[in-house]
């Protein structure tokens, strides 16, 4: 049985319960962890955890040169990452350890002339099983027009407008050039699909189990090192910013 331990946060400064802070990030290896810092502020730095392990010249080395050791500390590379087929069409994909590429499950999209096309494309029929489980939670809770909405790269022409599965449980919708108002296109999407849920998932139930697995080819790896200002940068910012000067 666990008891509930009130600290003095050496962030805020304020009288909280503790929670576990790793003195390492976990995503480096980190084991130890401190109750020292309060579950508001260790929460409000996840955020910036996962930009230091996805998204940094740290996350680039950990991708190099580590091995996957299990699917519960999967080490991945942030930003935008797929692969040009022979056809000129593009499929998603993240790069894992040792810059092994992995397809994502994805969704290709045809809405025209009132008639709507699907293509499931994904490694595994489990993948694919979950994005089409997720997808229907999507539209039984009219939360697809929703989900995040990725603009497709430059140097990448994406035929179709896709729904991408992101870590298992999320979904994010990357539009194509043909797309012109992506939000419009999710929420007709959603409309036209809302009264015909139950066949439409069946059919794709059945696709998702003749799925066969692509074989990706070992990508070509550009790195483009450069600033902005984003959440997590701000949130670095705001920390000094709200409660003083850190202490030494």
Request: proline share 4%.
């Amino acid at each position: 049985m666990s008891v509930a331990t009130i600290i003095n946060c050496i962030y805020c400064k304020q009288k909280k319960t503790s929670s576990k802070e790793h003195a390492v990030q976990k995503c480096l290896g980190g084991n130890l962890t401190i109750p020292l810092v309060c579950a508001d502020c260790n929460g409000d730095f996840s955020s910036i955890d996962q930009a230091l392990a996805e998204n940094s010249l740290i996350a680039l080395q950990r991708i190099i040169s580590q091995e996957q050791k299990s699917s519960a500390s999967t080490i991945r590379l942030g930003g935008s990452h797929y692969w040009i087929q022979d056809d000129g069409d593009v499929l998603e994909i993240e790069i894992l350890a040792r810059l092994r590429p992995k397809l994502k499950p994805q969704l290709l999209i045809d809405l025209r002339d009132d008639q709507i096309h699907f293509q499931l494309v994904g490694d595994n029929v489990k993948s694919t099983e979950t994005l089409v489980n997720v997808f229907r939670k999507h539209i039984e809770s009219r939360a697809l027009p929703n989900i995040p909405i990725l603009d497709p790269p430059k140097e990448a022409s994406y035929k179709l407008p896709r729904i991408v599965l992101h870590r298992d449980k999320e979904l994010y919708f990357r539009s194509s050039a043909c797309t012109c108002d992506p939000r419009q296109f999710l929420l007709d999407l959603q409309n036209k699909l809302s009264k015909k849920i139950d066949s439409l998932v069946s059919t794709l139930a059945s696709t998702a189990k003749n799925v066969h697995s692509s074989t990706v080819q070992k990508p070509h790896v550009r790195v483009q090192l450069s600033t902005s200002f984003n959440d997590c940068y701000r949130a670095v910012q705001r920390w000094p910013q709200q409660f003083g000067q850190w202490d030494k």
